[in-house]
């Protein structure tokens, strides 16, 4: 047997000598000297183990077998060349030379294998060991020569059969090529693969033209039968990775032309191997040969993935066309039966399975398909086939893992969408379930591992490097911002399965993001969440993030109402979710109030603080605007809703004293001056607010303004800090202002009590009015007279003049508006006289200066000491407008009562004592017949006035005599007691700061009293009675008690 040279083929190989036996074609042929195998190198310095390496190989190649070898390759070449020259090639076939050979094809193109590696091999001994180098030129032209005779018999005559087995030869030795040449130092450390081992080959004479002989089979058999060529080509691809620097080659030579066919023989292949194992399968064929078939098919696919990478990495257009279009219509087609016809998609998977880099490639030129709905049809495609023809090494989540570790970052961001969706979209496959629920169901159950693997990659990236842009790394910013970042936070809240995986995907963007990106998610939370159970989920992630970012709290509820104005912008909300917000506010600061101190839900500053300011005002504005919206809708339980909200969340923001423990973070009420201000007037218009709903329709309205009311009132006078504690007055008096100015609507008064809401025409005007209606009209009266009736018969009897008037009845409040006005009164009373003396006579002073002001007006407000009728007889139209404004105002009138009850602060009001008592002397003084007794109108008003100084105690018991005397005396006696009343009170000299005095040493508990008692001079009085002794005579004694007591 032939010894065989390194390089040359195995012995089944066709171009092996050993093929068939060797014979020679020649009879005789002359003795030729042997061939040197080297040549010796002058001045060549070697060391003794390369010398004896040298001699070595001398000795190798000068043996007979190697001589002998060579004479007879040489001997069967020429005699090949003088045949091959005569023109004839088909002579060829007629020559003895063929007699021996069994067929004449093969073995020609067997020889010029043969040549081919040992010129290969030559070429790689003369670049590893130049010194052992020898002339190869002689084989390289043979085969060159050779290869050039069969490239143009293949072109000059098309003959498919042989065209076809010429492409199959030259893969074949291609294959072998890099199979025989692989372990070669040359080879091993080429660092582009497949790339430079086709630029090696190509520098070998023989190989080069094998390339081109490719080429030319190739373009005839494109021309004429393209599927046939991609058939030969694939199964071809058996060889594997030492065919692909052959596919390499074809794909840089034929990159448009190869694409459509090549994937499409492709997927063929795939089908026909997928319909082959299940036929052989049935028929129990053993398991080595289906173990056989699996390592064919696999090798041919690997080897077609390094091709379909390579297109790609050269921006090859028409595969990207051609692949996408195989991928749409395989998922866009429909089982016949539960099977499917085209099984593209999982021959593409079934690449992805060979190479990464597939996976990366598709994705990349598939972006936009990747959608759920197609995950879904892939899925349900890929599971029609049996894994042991897809993945037989491991389960098909293990691999997914391995593929998302392997992907690049534009591809991972891509899938990671696209999970998500499916992960967290519980209406996603909604219009697959009929088709087929198993996959759904299975999809459910196992994208979690993607979904994981991959969130678990971005935390790690995310610490791992430091200012980590979303440019280099885009998956985390996939669900970061907008509407996809609050669809994660509402799948942790509404599947606390899933809560994990999204809260560490959350933590990696706060983390790249920062500080203010987790104080947004905070809020998205709190907006979001609609149980309480719910909140956990923010729980767990700032578990996560606060020890990152320990203020983050601060920075998320500054921002809350922002937040939650872009929420419900983005659900494009009818309503805002201000009521929601509320509530959730309430439960974390209860949880933090109620947590045990060895938790960690103590230490994530939940409790406001220094943002509580901010975030309270804010949250105030919000609920203003939502409850006066629902009032206008006509949807008050909303609104009585948001009050109840905002009352129980001030009540768990007061630091109970009873909690406290040792070591747990201290509550304080603090703020700025100017959060402090609008907080109190937001406080006050909300109270205002809740009292408007008070209504016979909605029976809980007054419910949830006495429980608004008493919390509110508590907070504002207990709990706020003591820099802070002077803006309980400016809640009260914004509340109690606020209702005077719209008295009309609230209580059915007859007009609106404020000071500043008339322009300077419109009060002109208003008091010409009162002033109108206080002058007697004679000429009118006169006029108006009936001729069958006396001008004395007329007289006070209602017809003309102020009885007229008096008689017209006003119309009684509405049922709604009179129940409100009870309420507010006994509010009003409750807030005034439920509390310490001290705080009592506070905010009864309070209420007094804000009525005196209200009904005043202007400078009459400081009106407090009291001139010579005479003098002040000329300022009664501006006496009349204050009274005018106190009887049509009945609310005024019930919190006069209310100040008086809790003297000395009546005294506060003396500018309107003072008005009502000179527009009282004012009718006494002013009646036609003074001889007259007053009327019983002009008694009860007295009555009232009396009833109310004396209650304030700013008039001395004895004056009460004077409401028993007036109904049995003329008015112009009775205007000489109510005189005596005025010129009591002149005497007195009251002053604003008089009583200021008086009030403020009662507060620090002196006993000190404004009024003085009666005067002895009586005798205004003992005239009075004296002259009406038969009906007062009864008088006499208490008026001597009065004397005496003086």
């Not at 066709?14 to 060797?22: E, G, I, L, N, R």
């Not at 098309?158 to 199979?179: A, D, G, P, R």
């Not at 194992?277 to 064919?296: G, M, P, W, Y």
């Not at 020890?547 to 920075?555: A, L, R």
Request: with cysteine; hydrophobic share 40%; net charge negative.
């Amino acid at each position: 047997m032939d010894i065989e040279s390194p390089a040359s083929p195995g012995i089944e190989s066709p171009a092996s000598p050993t093929c068939a036996p060797v014979i020679p074609v020649v009879a005789e042929i002359p003795e030729e000297p042997e061939h040197l195998e080297e040549e010796p190198i002058a001045e060549v310095q070697m060391g003794p183990r390369a010398s004896s390496g040298v001699e070595y190989q001398r000795k190798a190649y000068s043996s007979a077998e190697w001589c002998e070898r060579y004479r007879k390759i040489t001997a069967i070449y020429e005699a090949f060349v003088k045949l091959s020259s005569m023109g004839d090639v088909t002579s060829v076939y007629r020559r003895a030379v063929w007699v021996s050979l069994p067929t004449t094809e093969k073995a020609v193109l067997g020889f010029v294998g043969l040549l081919i590696h040992e010129n290969t091999h030559q070429w790689f001994l003369s670049k590893e060991n130049p010194q052992c180098a020898m002339d190869y030129s002689s084989v390289e032209n043979a085969a060159i020569t050779l290869m050039k005779m069969v490239e143009s018999t293949v072109s000059s005559s098309f003959l498919k059969q042989s065209v076809i087995n010429v492409l199959s030869w030259c893969c074949t030795i291609s294959s072998e090529l890099s199979q025989h040449n692989a372990g070669r130092s040359t080879l091993m450390n080429l660092p582009r693969g497949a790339e430079s081992i086709l630029d090696m080959f190509k520098m070998v004479g023989s190989v080069a033209q094998l390339i081109k002989l490719i080429d030319a089979t190739i373009n005839i058999l494109l021309a004429k039968c393209p599927d046939e060529c991609m058939t030969v080509l694939f199964e071809a691809s058996r060889h594997g990775t030492h065919f692909n620097w052959i596919w390499l080659h074809i794909a840089i030579t034929f990159p448009g032309s190869i694409v459509d066919h090549l994937f499409t023989v492709g997927a063929s292949q795939f089908k026909a191997y997928v319909e082959d194992f299940k036929n052989k399968e049935r028929s129990q064929v053993s398991a080595t040969i289906l173990a056989s078939i699996h390592e064919d098919y696999n090798m041919k696919l690997s080897s077609l993935s390094d091709v379909f990478n390579f297109l790609t990495r050269r921006s090859n257009t028409e595969l990207e066309k051609v692949v996408s279009r195989m991928i749409k219509d395989s998922l866009d087609a429909n089982p016949k039966d539960g099977v499917f016809e085209n099984l593209d998609f999982v021959f593409f998977f079934k690449l992805v399975t060979c190479s990464v880099e597939t996976l990366r490639c598709l994705i990349r030129q598939n972006a936009d398909a990747a959608t759920p709905s197609n995950f879904f049809r892939g899925i349900r495609q890929l599971l029609s086939v049996d894994q042991r023809l897809v993945l037989s090494s491991m389960p098909y989540m293990e691999f997914a893992k391995q593929m998302i570790r392997a992907l690049d970052v534009q591809s991972l961001s891509v899938v990671f969408s696209c999970v998500m969706e499916m992960a967290l979209d519980p209406l996603i496959f909604s219009e697959f379930e009929h088709q087929d629920p198993g996959v759904c169901r299975a999809i459910r159950e196992k994208i979690i591992v993607v979904v994981d693997e991959i969130v678990n990659l971005i935390v790690r990236t995310v610490h791992s490097k430091q200012n980590l842009s979303i440019v280099d790394y885009p998956a985390v910013a996939e669900f970061a911002s907008g509407k996809r970042l609050q669809f994660v936070i509402d799948a942790a809240i509404s599947s606390p399965p899933w809560a994990g995986s999204v809260v560490r995907y959350l933590h990696g963007v706060s983390i790249c993001y920062g500080e203010r990106k987790a104080a947004e998610i905070i809020g998205r939370f709190i907006v979001g969440c609609n149980e309480a159970q719910s909140l956990s989920a923010l729980c767990a992630f700032l578990t996560t993030i606060v020890p990152y970012y320990p203020k983050v709290m601060s920075i998320a509820y500054e921002d809350l109402t922002n937040v939650m104005s872009t929420v419900d912008n983005e659900k494009k909300a009818v309503r805002s979710s201000i009521l929601r917000v509320l509530n959730n506010m309430r439960i974390i600061l209860e949880w933090e109030q109620t947590a045990d101190n060895s938790l960690q839900l103590k230490y994530f500053r939940l409790y406001p603080d220094g943002a509580l300011g901010v975030l309270y005002t804010n949250l105030m504005y919000e609920v203003l605007n939502a409850a006066e919206q629902s009032i206008e809708e006509n949807e008050v339980q909303i609104a009585m809703d948001l009050v109840l909200a905002v009352s129980r969340l001030i009540e768990v923001t007061v630091p109970l004293i009873g909690q406290v423990r040792e070591g747990s973070p201290n509550r304080s009420v603090k703020m700025q001056i100017r959060y402090a201000y609008k907080l109190m007037l937001q406080l006050a218009a909300l109270q205002r607010l809740a009292l408007s709903m008070v209504s016979r329709e909605h029976e809980m309205a007054i419910s949830v303004f006495e429980e608004y009311r008493t919390t509110v009132f508590v907070f504002v006078t207990r709990h706020l800090n003591p820099i802070l504690r002077g803006y309980n007055n400016l809640f009260l008096l914004s509340f109690l202002t606020s209702c005077l100015q719209d008295a009309k609507g609230l209580f059915g008064d007859s007009d609106d009590l404020v000071a500043w809401k008339y322009e300077s025409e419109e009060r002109a005007g208003k008091l010409a009015e009162i002033e109108q209606a206080q002058e007697e009209s004679f000429l009118k009266a006169l006029e108006s007279m009936p001729l069958d009736r006396r001008p004395n018969q007329l007289a006070h009897s209602g017809t003309i003049g102020k009885g007229a008037r008096h008689l017209h009845k006003v119309e009684p409040p509405a049922e709604d508006a009179l129940h409100r006005a009870h309420v507010f009164l006994d509010a009003m009373r409750t807030t005034c006289l439920s509390h310490t003396r001290e705080s009592n006579l506070e905010t009864c002073k309070l209420v007094a200066e804000i009525m005196t002001e209200a009904l005043c007006h202007d400078a009459l407000g400081g009106d407090f000491l009291f001139q010579d009728w005479d003098i002040e007889r000329d300022f009664v139209s501006k006496f009349l407008e204050i009274s005018k404004r106190l009887e049509s105002s009945w609310i005024s009138q019930g919190l006069m009562e209310i100040v008086a009850e809790n003297p000395p602060c009546l005294w506060f009001m003396l500018p309107v004592v003072k008005a009502e008592l000179a527009t009282i002397m004012t009718r006494y003084e002013n009646v036609v017949d003074k001889s007259k007794r007053p009327t019983d109108e002009m008694i009860d008003r007295f009555d009232r006035w009396l009833y109310i100084v004396r209650k304030g105690d700013i008039l001395s018991e004895r004056f009460e005599l004077t409401l028993e005397i007036l109904p049995y005396v003329s008015c112009y006696e009775g205007f000489l007691l109510l005189l005596e009343i005025w010129r009591h009170f002149q005497r007195r000299g009251a002053s604003y700061n008089s009583v200021l005095a008086v009030h403020s040493a009662i507060l620090k508990g002196e006993d000190a009293r404004l009024h003085i008692t009666m005067d002895s001079n009586t005798e205004t009085y003992r005239l009075v009675l004296q002259k009406n002794i038969s009906e007062l005579g009864y008088l006499f004694p208490l008026l001597y008690v009065a004397e005496t007591g003086s």
